[in-house]
């Protein structure tokens, strides 16, 4: 498995473990992740520490060149503001783990010029799906529904 989706996948089980979403992201520039990060709205009350989010925070301010020479790995599809966000910096690629639980706006990455490789990984489909039965409320109010 590729080390960056492993990443995401330790940090989306990390954020389980803290009792939250599991969903993890890490942002990759020159072969390294700087930034790492996982769903925390449960654990902090945040509107908007989504995994995504979080990796980006946590790799603090950096250069534009730097976004612009990244790849964003995540375990799932990016929601509207996580995709938002990757278009607002301008990440070229996105890894998603799976789509399967959930379609983010991967078309309006694509329209964008976002280049997607989705890899429908076992394991990021099992987090999410025994996720979403033992806890669809929490998966309900992150989605909006």
């Not at 590729?2 to 389980?16: K, Y």
């Not at 278009?87 to 789509?99: A, K, Q």
Request: charged share 20%; proline share 4%.
């Amino acid at each position: 498995m590729d080390p960056f989706l492993q990443a995401a996948i330790a940090e989306a089980e990390a954020g389980l473990a803290e009792g939250g979403i599991p969903i993890g992201s890490v942002l990759v520039y020159q072969n390294r992740i700087i930034g790492r990060g996982h769903n925390r709205r449960v654990q902090h009350g945040s509107a908007i520490l989504h995994g995504e989010m979080d990796a980006l925070e946590n790799a603090g301010r950096l250069p534009a060149q730097v976004y612009r020479d990244s790849v964003l790995y995540t375990t799932l599809s990016p929601c509207a503001m996580c995709s938002g966000a990757i278009l607002l910096y301008g990440i070229p690629r996105v890894v998603i783990g799976e789509n399967q639980t959930f379609v983010g706006e991967e078309k309006l990455l694509q329209q964008r010029g976002v280049e997607l490789e989705i890899v429908q990984d076992q394991s990021c489909i099992d987090l999410m799906q025994n996720f979403i039965a033992a806890r669809p409320e929490l998966w309900n109010e992150d989605i909006g529904v």
